[in-house]
């Protein structure tokens, strides 16, 4: 795919309940995500790779899954998304059955930024690799993932940062 996602793409898909992989690879997407693309997809569960390395999308809109609250997997989500250079504050508010953020964010090499309290809201037990290679990120919002208790896995997650300042808490390097 080339040029910019139709908005209402999903509009009429209100069965499907997995988005995975389904811009996966698409280099030629540019501009935003639009606005409300998965609004009508109220049982959509898995969200992996489902814009992995779209490396010209440059926005993801706020409330993006704010309709998707039985979501569960976000694996890879924005993974190589080279483009992004911030995370909408609540991204994932909605979505409280969330657990895989495993490289969610990894290789976004512009982003900047992350959102105090991203994960507050969710169950959040795999973040391998979920910031790494995000070579443009300064520092780690203080408690990211203090509402994460079942967290059984840090490993790399934020491995590659390279311009990390402050205190890096023990485990997420």
């Known amino acids: 795919?080339?040029?910019?996602?139709?908005?209402?793409?999903?509009?009429?898909?209100?069965?499907?309940?997995?988005?995975?992989?389904?811009?996966?690879?698409?280099?030629?997407l540019t501009g935003s995500i639009?606005?409300?693309?998965?609004?009508?997809?109220?049982?959509?569960v898995i969200f992996n790779y489902t814009f992995s390395n779209c490396t010209s999308i440059s926005a993801i809109p706020d409330g993006l899954f704010d309709n998707n609250s039985l979501a569960t997997d976000f694996c890879g989500t924005f993974n190589f998304c080279q483009a992004i250079t911030e995370i909408p504050n609540g991204l994932f508010n909605n979505n409280p059955l969330a657990y895989n953020f495993s490289?969610?964010?990894?290789?976004?090499?512009?982003?900047?930024?992350?959102?105090?309290?991203?994960?507050?809201?969710?169950?959040?037990?795999?973040?391998?690799?979920?910031?790494?290679?995000?070579?443009?990120?300064?520092?780690?919002?203080?408690?990211?993932?203090?509402k994460c208790p079942n967290v059984t896995s840090f490993s790399n997650t934020f491995a590659g940062?390279?311009?990390?300042?402050?205190?890096?808490?023990?485990?997420?390097?």
């Open 161 to 173: 940062c390279s311009n990390l300042t402050g205190n890096i808490p023990t485990g997420l390097f």
């Open 103 to 146: 490289e969610v964010f990894a290789r976004c090499i512009k982003l900047e930024f992350i959102p105090a309290g991203l994960f507050d809201r969710n169950k959040g037990e795999f973040f391998w690799g979920a910031f790494m290679g995000c070579t443009s990120l300064i520092e780690i919002p203080e408690g990211l993932f203090d």
């Open 34 to 44: 639009p606005a409300g693309l998965f609004d009508n997809n109220k049982k959509a």
């Open 1 to 28: 795919l080339t040029g910019t996602i139709p908005a209402g793409l999903f509009d009429k898909c209100i069965e499907v309940t997995s988005f995975e992989g389904v811009f996966n690879n698409c280099k030629g």
